[in-house]
C-alpha cells in the first residue's frame, strides 16, 4: 500500500493505492485557493493527508505540478498566477512534520508526469514502449515515456521534458493554448472554457474557432517532437481534456500524418495518484 498527494491548481487530493499499483483504496480532498498564503495552502494539504489514516512510516508520493524543486521537495513558484507564496518552502520538511500518522519520508514528482505515469500503468497507455503525455488546463504539462521511465532529454524531448517551453508563432506556446489563452482569445470576462466548449456544440463560430486554432497549434508544436521521440500514443489529460469531442478533431488536425495514436486518458482523476505510486515504489528499488 501507498499513499499519495496530487497538489492541483484549486485541490488537493490525497489516496492510498493498492500493492498491485492501480486501485486507489481510499481518498480524501479539498479545495485549495492558489493565491492564498502558505499557511493556508499548507494546512489544507496536511489536513487532506491526515484524514487518510495511513498506516505510519510509509513513503508517500506527491505529485506537484512545477516550478518545483522536486529532487529536493522546495516550492519555487514566481510569477506563474498560483502558490506564489510559497516560494522557498521546503514543503517536504512540512509534510514529514505535519502529517500524522509520519511519513518515512515523502518523494515528489511532477504533475503530468505522474499523469502519464498513471496511464500508462493502468490506463491509455498501458503496454505502450514509448509514449507522451499532455495535460491541459491552466497551461500545458508534459511528459515523454520510454521502456516504463520518463524522459527529460534526447531525441524529440523538449529542453527538460516541458512542451511549455516551446513557441507558437514567436510566442510561448502557452500564449496561445491555455486556458489563459483562450478566455484572451474569446473576450468574455464572464465566460470560462466550458462556457467556450458549450457554445461551440451550439454552433457559435467564434467559440469553435478559438478552440481549433488553439489545439491546432498545440498539434503542429508536438508533431516534430513525437516523431523524433517515436511515440505510438499520445495520451491527453487535464480539465480541457473534458470537452474531448473538441479537442481531438482539431489536434488531430494539427498533428498532420504524424503516425501517432491520440487517446483521452482514461483514469480521470486517479491517474496522476496511480502514478505518484508507481514512482514511489521505482524509487525505493
Same mark, same amino acid.
Given at each position: !500500500? $501507498?499513499?499519495?498527494?496530487?497538489?492541483?491548481?484549486?485541490? %488537493?487530493?490525497?489516496?492510498?493505492?493498492?500493492?498491485?499499483?492501480?486501485? %486507489?483504496?481510499?481518498?480524501?480532498?479539498?479545495?485549495?485557493?492558489?493565491?492564498?498564503?502558505?499557511?493556508?495552502?499548507?494546512?489544507?494539504?496536511?489536513?487532506?493527508?491526515?484524514?487518510? +489514516?495511513? =498506516?505510519?512510516?510509509?513513503?508517500?508520493?506527491?505529485? %506537484?505540478?512545477?516550478?518545483?524543486?522536486?529532487?529536493?521537495?522546495?516550492?519555487?513558484?514566481?510569477?506563474?498566477?498560483?502558490?506564489?507564496? *510559497?516560494?522557498?518552502?521546503?514543503?517536504?520538511?512540512?509534510?514529514?512534520?505535519?502529517?500524522?500518522?509520519? =511519513?518515512?519520508?515523502? %518523494?515528489?514528482?511532477?504533475?503530468?508526469?505522474?499523469? *502519464?505515469?498513471?496511464?500508462?500503468?493502468?490506463?491509455?497507455?498501458?503496454?505502450?514502449?514509448?509514449?507522451?503525455?499532455?495535460?491541459?488546463? $491552466?497551461? /500545458?504539462?508534459?511528459?515523454?515515456?520510454?521502456?516504463?521511465?520518463? +524522459?527529460?532529454?534526447?531525441?524529440?524531448?523538449?529542453?527538460?521534458?516541458?512542451?511549455?517551453? *516551446?513557441?507558437?508563432?514567436?510566442?510561448?506556446?502557452?500564449? $496561445?493554448?491555455?486556458?489563459?489563452?483562450?478566455?484572451?482569445?474569446?473576450?468574455?470576462?464572464?465566460?470560462? /472554457? +466550458?462556457? /467556450?466548449?458549450?457554445?461551440?456544440?451550439?454552433?457559435?463560430?467564434?467559440?469553435?474557432?478559438?478552440?481549433?486554432?488553439?489545439?491546432?497549434?498545440?498539434?503542429?508544436?508536438?508533431?516534430?517532437?513525437?516523431?523524433?521521440?517515436?511515440?505510438?500514443?499520445?495520451?491527453?489529460?487535464?480539465? !480541457?481534456?473534458?470537452?474531448?469531442?473538441?479537442?481531438?478533431?482539431?489536434?488531430?488536425?494539427?498533428?498532420?500524418? $504524424?503516425?501517432? +495514436?491520440?487517446?483521452?486518458?482514461?483514469?480521470?482523476?486517479?491517474?496522476?495518484?496511480?502514478?505518484?505510486?508507481?514512482?514511489?515504489?521505482?524509487?525505493?528499488?
Amino acid at each position: !500500500m $501507498t499513499a499519495v498527494l496530487e497538489i492541483g491548481g484549486t485541490h %488537493v487530493a490525497a489516496a492510498l493505492v493498492e500493492s498491485d499499483g492501480a486501485r %486507489v483504496s481510499r481518498r480524501a480532498s479539498r479545495p485549495l485557493d492558489p493565491r492564498g498564503s502558505a499557511e493556508e495552502i499548507l494546512g489544507a494539504v496536511v489536513r487532506c493527508a491526515g484524514e487518510l +489514516r495511513a =498506516p505510519a512510516g510509509l513513503v508517500w508520493g506527491v505529485a %506537484v505540478p512545477g516550478p518545483f524543486d522536486h529532487e529536493k521537495g522546495i516550492a519555487r513558484f514566481r510569477g506563474v498566477g498560483k502558490f506564489d507564496d *510559497l516560494y522557498g518552502i521546503d514543503v517536504r520538511s512540512v509534510l514529514l512534520d505535519g502529517v500524522w500518522p509520519r =511519513p518515512a519520508d515523502v %518523494v515528489f514528482l511532477n504533475d503530468a508526469h505522474a499523469f *502519464l505515469l498513471g496511464e500508462w500503468r493502468a490506463g491509455a497507455a498501458r503496454g505502450e514502449r514509448r509514449c507522451a503525455g499532455i495535460t491541459l488546463g $491552466t497551461g /500545458v504539462g508534459s511528459a515523454f515515456i520510454a521502456d516504463g521511465e520518463i +524522459r527529460r532529454d534526447g531525441p524529440g524531448v523538449p529542453p527538460q521534458g516541458r512542451v511549455d517551453l *516551446l513557441k507558437w508563432a514567436g510566442a510561448p506556446l502557452e500564449d $496561445t493554448v491555455s486556458r489563459r489563452a483562450v478566455l484572451a482569445r474569446y473576450g468574455d470576462p464572464d465566460a470560462d /472554457v +466550458r462556457d /467556450v466548449a458549450a457554445r461551440a456544440r451550439d454552433g457559435d463560430r467564434r467559440s469553435r474557432r478559438v478552440l481549433d486554432e488553439a489545439f491546432t497549434a498545440l498539434g503542429a508544436v508536438l508533431a516534430p517532437c513525437l516523431r523524433d521521440f517515436r511515440a505510438s500514443s499520445l495520451v491527453v489529460g487535464g480539465s !480541457m481534456a473534458q470537452s474531448w469531442d473538441l479537442v481531438r478533431p482539431s489536434l488531430r488536425s494539427g498533428l498532420g500524418d $504524424t503516425p501517432v +495514436r491520440v487517446r483521452r486518458g482514461l483514469l480521470g482523476g486517479d491517474a496522476a495518484l496511480v502514478g505518484a505510486a508507481g514512482y514511489v515504489s521505482a524509487s525505493r528499488r
